[in-house]
């Protein structure tokens, strides 16, 4: 049984704002802010939310909600008939999305920066160790050998025209980045629409000014620490090894090392605040499998904090 536990909440003014169930109140807005409109649900099967400052809030969230369903159809695993499920069924996609496209550059980028710690085509180990668990099964080196001959980014072939694998049996799961990505494609929307004051949180978290109380708004980073970190037209994403576990015990954590094939991690969590919440939530997720030096080396403006 896949096991998850929430990492991030969020804080608006005084007023702990759970993952769900937003609430601001009338009296901890300033006049700067029209009545705060807001949204929660669930994107790529992640609890979601969104919390607006516009005159016509109510109906620029019906319009990223639909954006956000319209991009579920792109990278969703188990929507059948997403561009990603396709992909990974048929071995190849032809005239791809653009955001599909966008995606897999940013993708190869930060596989390449993070020395292939991230790398989207683990959805072979990933599957391998989700059936193991759920039939109290134990992966066996022969199985973990298959899994690991499919798994490697460069089997991966991409083009305006064509998504292809060159290795038949290739998987991808966008599972790492995709959140963030959309996280930030729904704040751009609103900044289009000329929102001034916008928190989009899809898993990851992107925002655009202040919160309700006029302040930047903050985010709760849960653990040991209990974190608040006050955030402004950024982003922030953090990844956990044990934040899904495929145990009922909650001790082996879901993040695989493509270069052994085996549930690893450095870190308990790794949180990374920088401008796109895509490249911070990829970032993060490749991040958990390195050392500390190696990821001072490659971080660059990102601000990163370890546990």
Not at 156 to 166: N, P
Not at 216 to 232: F, T, Y
Request: hydrophobic residues 40%; positive net charge; glycine residues 8%.
């Amino acid at each position: 049984m896949i096991k998850r536990r929430r990492l991030l909440s969020i804080l608006a003014g005084s007023a702990t704002l759970p993952l769900l169930g937003v609430s601001v109140k009338a009296s901890t807005t300033p006049a700067s802010w029209q009545e705060p409109a807001s949204w929660k649900g669930i994107a790529l099967g992640a609890q979601a939310q969104i919390i607006l400052d516009h005159e016509n809030g109510n109906e620029l969230i019906e319009k990223a909600v639909a954006e956000i369903r319209r991009l579920e159809n792109i990278f969703s695993l188990y929507l059948a008939n997403s561009e990603l499920a396709t992909l990974n069924r048929e071995g190849k996609v032809f005239n791809p999305s653009f955001e599909m496209l966008e995606l897999l550059s940013l993708s190869s980028q930060i596989n390449l920066k993070t020395g292939g710690a991230f790398d989207p085509s683990v959805q072979s180990l990933w599957a391998l160790y989700a059936m193991a668990y759920s039939e109290g099964k134990t992966v066996t080196m022969e199985q973990l050998a298959r899994a690991k001959y499919v798994t490697g980014w460069q089997y991966v072939d991409y083009s305006s025209s064509k998504i292809s694998f060159t290795r038949k049996g290739v998987a991808l799961t966008l599972n790492g980045i995709a959140q963030g990505y959309i996280a930030d494609k729904i704040r751009d929307l609103f900044k289009r629409n000329g929102v001034e004051n916008v928190l989009v949180n899809t898993g990851e978290i992107a925002s655009i000014g202040a919160a309700p109380s006029g302040k930047k708004w903050r985010v709760h980073l849960k653990g040991e620490r209990n974190i608040d970190m006050p955030l402004s037209d950024g982003a922030i994403a953090t990844s956990a090894p044990l934040g899904t576990s495929f145990d009922e015990n909650g001790k082996v954590g879901h993040i695989l090392d493509p270069r052994c094939g085996k549930p690893s991690g450095n870190w308990q969590e790794v949180s990374v605040i920088t401008r796109s919440a895509a490249l911070a939530d990829g970032l993060s997720t490749g991040f958990t499998l390195m050392s500390e030096k190696q990821i001072m080396r490659v971080k660059g403006n990102s601000e990163v904090l370890l546990r």
